[in-house]
């Protein structure tokens, strides 16, 4: 009988092996607590010596650790030490010890199997293990049946031959990788190691997009690349953190895994910027330029360079696919600034990208140009005066005119072949809506020398547009009296560019509430008070408009009320009178508020957490629970269409051993936008969290609902409203519910037999932490091999088996204990 158990418990081992795949994957993880197996039927004789010449000879098997349905096998590293029986239970898990934590032995007892998955390769590999973590060299090896292992040096070389290749690295590892933004560089490993074996990135401190393909290896930056930085990219199979197993008085044995696994490092400079360089050239000889400027912008952002004595000016470290807008801004006599003096270039990283001005020499002419005194430039201040129809004239020194010029849209006035001297420019008649340039733009021409052409000097008019004056008081008025009053903000608007003037009512020359613009641009405006005072009602906007008669060359200003139309003042000014200089003046105001009810908003929050029917906030301890949680926010004063937003948090109050609570967000929803479009809303919130990967978390621990109402005040969140920050309503608490494990009643004795106690056919739920899922940690990784329908059946065997051989157990044979002697 005990022969027919043990055969059945042999027999099911061998079976299972052979039809359950020998599996390996990334991220191995091993569980606390095996079985350690080995067939006595598969001794192999182990004949070698340590390093310090002791002599060893004995017999080993394959051993593996068994667990909830696996099969892994082991490797001893206590070639001394012995296992008692062929099924030992109760090996736990620990950290490994320094003699195995050796990488290439590390390397070995996973890798291994990838030069074959039979007994006789395992055996080799447990030797090149021996060899490398106890220094114990075995020369030779017998099978069990009693034939000697002849190819047992070709099994090492398979082995050796697969750890080395391994560790072996591509033939660019370590270089240093120099690539543009916008390019792409490709390195090819021309040792071809099986770069595609490289499947997992470490480390990407330079942020680049990187593929394999093959023994090439591409890499690109991006945007958001740093300029500099590590790649690492290490093979990910077998990955995982190897284990010792061990049982006291029995032998130790360590379950492999890749726990630092072989990379290559590549260290990355990305070039992100590039330059523009600027040349400067004589239009008719070709001979470069000196000492010209230029204005150079991009992003937001401007500079003035000047040209070397080789006529360049160079501007680096511009961000790569950058437009520059570069504009010639200053040119040496004796040239002339080119009309076309703008260009714009695309700027690529790491190149030059260059663009080139030329311009004319100067033959005794000087030109006049007209530039607005606030834009200063030739662009109008308003594009409805565009400073055309200006007249200016050229005088000699004495005042004699010489030509009087009506300027275009160009706003230029040329005169060349003159005679050498002293001359000035003036403004004779300004451009509507313009008051007239009393500057005499002074130009000498003279000779340098006889080698220097004529110096052509130019000169330039600012003219500036009319100004308008607008003032007043601010006063309130409530049921008894009236008031001046301070620090009320008014807003001048112009309606065309939408820019805005803003002043504050203060105490001026005795006058409180007073209130100025001055020297406002001519155009169109909207007066508004747009802070004022608590509790009264903004004064209505005044429109200030204006008109341009062509035909009697007078300006029409009018203010008036503009919610009622309400003519307040209308002013009638030639433009001839305007062009003297002087403001025009719209008029001095008393702005008056009255008091109204200003009603206050309010926001509500009531909720109700659950478990995903709307009512229940219990779940069973260990299984599956989804938090939820239901909020009717309410808004009174508040109008529909208002932006706001919410955030819900997540709390767990965790209980410790001594009894003490602590308290934290286990999630958080973040802000959460929208809005309002009814007094009363309701939206249910999901919680992202599973508390079974909550390590704080156990039976003991609540959780609870708490959440925070935001408006936007100046487009930026601000906190208005909360509720339950301190978990003090019982609606929002989700609690755990333990369901306690039922008892196991003996059975009754029935002399003289001796019954074994029955086993339940129902085993309570253990909690996660004592019973690991089969797809999680506690099993190992596998390949997609279909197990076939005959794994059952054999299980089943083992388990009869099993029961049989720990009966027999007490009645040990004599054939048993030769057995483990021989071990």
């Not at 001394?80 to 950290?95: C, Q, R």
């Not at 909360?722 to 978990?727: I, R, V």
Request: aromatic residues 8%; glycine residues 6%; negative net charge.
């Amino acid at each position: 009988m005990k022969k027919i158990l043990a055969g059945v418990v042999v027999t099911g081992q061998i079976v299972v092996s052979s039809i359950v795949p020998l599996v390996a994957h990334a991220n191995i993880l091993f569980p606390e607590k095996v079985t350690i197996e080995y067939d006595s039927n598969q001794l192999y004789t182990m004949n070698g010596t340590f390093s310090n010449g002791e002599a060893y000879s004995r017999k080993d098997p394959p051993l593996f650790a068994v667990y909830a349905g696996a099969r892994q096998p082991v490797f001893c590293y206590e070639p001394k030490a012995t296992i008692d029986s062929t099924v030992t239970s109760g090996y736990t898990s620990n950290p490994l010890p320094n003699i195995v934590n050796q990488p290439r032995a590390k390397y070995i007892s996973v890798l291994w199997k990838y030069a074959g998955a039979d007994a006789d390769t395992q055996i080799v590999a447990q030797s090149l293990f021996w060899q490398e973590v106890n220094g114990l060299t075995i020369t030779s090896i017998v099978r069990p049946d009693g034939t000697p292992l002849s190819n047992y040096q070709s099994i090492k070389d398979k082995i050796n031959k697969v750890v080395d290749d391994y560790m072996k690295k591509p033939s660019f590892s370590g270089q240093t990788v120099k690539v543009n933004l916008g390019e792409t560089v490709t390195l090819t490993d021309t040792d071809n190691v099986g770069l595609e074996r490289f499947d997992g990135r470490f480390q990407n401190t330079a942020n680049v997009d990187w593929s394999i393909s093959g023994n090439k290896l591409t890499i690109t930056p991006k945007k958001d690349s740093n300029t500099s930085g590590v790649l690492r990219i290490a093979k990910t199979l077998d990955t995982g953190t190897p284990v010792a197993y061990k049982l006291q008085g029995q032998q130790s044995v360590m379950a492999g895994a890749i726990d630092d696994p072989n990379s290559f490092d590549l260290k990355i400079e990305i070039v992100k910027t590039g330059e523009v360089k600027i040349v400067k050239l004589d239009k008719e000889t070709g001979k470069v330029v000196p000492n010209t400027e230029f204005k150079v912008e991009y992003n937001g952002q401007s500079q003035m360079v000047k040209t070397n004595d080789k006529g360049e000016a160079i501007v680096k470290d511009i961000f790569h696919d950058t437009k520059v807008k570069v504009t010639e801004t200053f040119v040496p006599a004796p040239y002339i600034l080119d009309t076309n003096n703008t260009k714009e270039v695309v700027v690529q990283a790491g190149k030059t990208a260059s663009v080139e001005f030329k311009n004319e020499r100067a033959t005794g002419k000087t030109t006049l140009t007209k530039q607005d005194a606030t834009t200063e430039s030739n662009e109008p201040l308003n594009p409805a005066y565009p400073m055309t129809g200006a007249k200016y004239g050229l005088f000699k020194k004495d005042g004699t005119l010489l030509k009087e010029f009506t300027l275009d849209e160009k706003l230029t006035a040329t005169m060349d072949k003159i005679e050498l001297g002293s001359y000035y420019w003036a403004e004779t008649l300004a451009p509507v809506g313009y008051t007239l340039d009393q500057t005499k733009h002074v130009v000498e021409l003279t000779y340098k020398d006889q080698y220097t052409p004529v110096i052509v000097k130019g000169a330039g008019s600012n003219d500036d547009v009319i100004r308008m004056n607008v003032d007043g008081q601010k006063l309130i008025q409530n049921e008894t009296n009236e008031m001046f009053k301070n620090d009320v903000e008014f807003t001048l608007t112009n309606k065309r560019t939408e820019e805005t003037h803003i002043v504050t009512t203060a105490t001026v020359d005795g006058k409180k509430g007073y209130f100025r613009f001055a020297d406002i641009a001519l155009d169109d405006y909207v007066l508004t008070e747009t802070k004022g005072v608590e509790g009264y009602k903004n004064v209505d906007p005044i429109e200030i408009t204006h008109s341009y008669d062509k035909e009697t060359d007078t300006f029409t200003f009018v203010v008036k009320d503009q919610k009622s139309g309400n003519v307040l003042n209308e002013e009638k000014i030639t433009q001839l009178e305007l062009s003297k200089g002087y403001n025009v003046d719209l008029g001095t105001y008393t702005l008056k508020d009255k008091a109204i009810v200003v009603e206050t908003p309010e926001v509500g929050i009531s909720t109700k957490a659950h478990i995903g029917d709307g009512e229940s906030n219990t779940f069973v301890w260990g299984e599956e629970a989804t938090f939820y949680d239901d909020s009717i926010l309410t808004h009174k004063n508040i109008e529909i269409g208002t932006k706001r937003a919410k955030e819900v948090k997540l709390y767990a109050v965790y209980t410790d051993k001594e009894g003490e609570k602590t308290t934290g967000v286990v999630w958080s929803s973040g802000l959460i936008d929208y809005e309002v479009s009814d007094k009363e809303m309701t939206e249910r919130v999901i919680a992202a969290y599973d508390y079974r990967k909550d390590e704080k978390a156990d039976e003991n621990t609540r959780w609870f609902f708490g959440e925070d109402g935001y408006n936007y005040d100046e487009e930026k969140p601000k906190k208005d409203t909360e509720h339950n920050p301190d978990g003090k309503d019982p609606k929002q608490d989700i609690t755990p519910v333990v369901i306690d494990t039922p008892k196991v009643v003996p059975p009754k004795k029935v002399p003289p037999k001796e019954t074994p106690k029955e086993v339940p056919k129902e085993t309570p739920k253990k909690t996660p932490k004592e019973t690991p899922k089969p797809t999680e940690k506690a099993s190992l990784p596998y390949t997609g091999e279909d197990v076939k329908q005959i794994v059952p059946v054999v299980g089943l065997a083992l388990v009869i088996g099993v029961v049989g051989a720990m009966y027999l157990r007490r009645k040990k044979s004599k054939e048993t204990d030769a057995t483990q002697e021989d071990k």
